[in-house]
């Protein structure tokens, strides 16, 4: 590490007082977690058993080698294969287009308080809503799931670029594209169907589950129920330096300092970056470069993502993107809502001046797996950018190379080991007897 750290009994940092400062993460902020729930769900998390074609896992997009998620701005799931900036079109199975939106790293999800998921915010916890889950599907099928993080297991696994495939290659994929979602021959009990179909997979549900009458009553929510408790369990972080200075048994000094200085001072971060996951959960409008095929309806022919507002139909709510929790940034590049920066000194930069990085982004910096799109129709349109200037949320922020240099430090105090190695980590086989993805 960069930084330098003194472990003391002196309490916080000085330049920051603990008013300032968020309460410390104990474990009453997190759900309680089965042992053996989570150790179901790792299986299943690493198992390609849940996509249509069965070679790609939720392990693909979000792997623990690459901060939980996949190192590069912009998926190839279906039609692709290898891992992060290595994963490159199958000739023999070639992608429609690229996921639309970088895939989002996974810590603390398993905290009280994330009650909303996805750049969008399109899933939220909503006690008004049916089983307390608002989301653009119908209501009941939203049945049977825990929580919003199990939830959120049926977006990729019902889209064809992720993880169901084309309706030409296998039954999930037609299902989905027919649109018959829950029932006997829906997409999601044809999941089950590969999974319940695994002797030691139906012995550790008919074991972890006591309402299962047997193997046939195992259901997809079953599935999805198990991985949220993997991914809660896995990938909690509250055990970073941060968290020393938190609990008042380390302060910090030097480059770091300064940066945690700035980051609750002048630099205005924890306006948004607030309380111990270091995000308000809300939508803010910062002008992030948009890349890639955009988030569009199949009819509109547009590459814009207009982020919340395709959620609400507030104009308000235009280009405005979910705050990111900082929980381990420094590993989990690149950063937006499209990945439009690898790096994060230039993502601080831009980030504090939006309209001044918009106007001075640079393409040629984007590395994605190769795949023949207009990825950058956005960028080279100034009417498009105008659009995504107007809505500006924040005042700019100049900040010196010094200062951006301090603020990269601070961040850098956000790295949790404990949850970057994983406490369960990666299993050398699965069930299904599927290929583990690994970089091994």
Known sequence: ???????????????????????????????????????????LFYDPILSGNQNIACATCHHPAFGTS????LALGEGAVDLGPDRKIDPDH???????????ALFNLGAREFTVLFHDGRLEADKNSPNGIRTPMDGDMV?????ILSAQTMFPVLSRDEMAGSHRENPIGR?????????????????????RTVPAYAKMFLAVYPHLKDSDTIAFTDVSNAIAAFMAFEWRSDTAVFDQVLRGKAHLQGAAQRGLELFYGSANCAVCHAGPFLTDHDFHAMGAPQIGPGKAATFETHQRDEGRFRVTGDPADLFAFRTPSLRNVALTAPYGHAGAHADL??????????RQGLQGFDTSKVVMPDFDANDFAIMQDADEVARIVAVLDAPAIALTPEQTKDLVAFLETLTDPVAI???????????SGLPVPNLD
Do not use: C
């Not at 018959?180 to 021959?185: D, E, L």
């Open 94 to 104: 070639l992608p429609e287009k690229r996921i639309p939106r970088n895939a989002p």
């Open 421 to 431: 190695d994983g406490r369960l980590g990666i299993p050398k086989s699965v069930p």
């Open 143 to 147: 049945q049977g799931f825990d929580s």
């Open 175 to 195: 299902a989905v594209r027919q649109g018959v979602i829950t029932g006997p021959t829906g997409a999601w009990d044809l999941i089950a169907e590969q999974v």
């Open 1 to 43: 590490m960069r930084f330098a750290v003194l472990i003391t009994a002196l309490g916080f940092a000085t330049g920051a007082s603990a008013q300032s400062l968020p309460h410390p993460v104990t474990d009453a902020d997190y759900v309680p977690v089965s042992l053996e729930e989570a150790q179901l769900g790792q299986l």
């Open 70 to 73: 996949d190192g590069v701005p």
């Open 345 to 354: 000194a230039q993502f601080l930069k831009d980030h504090a001046d939006p």
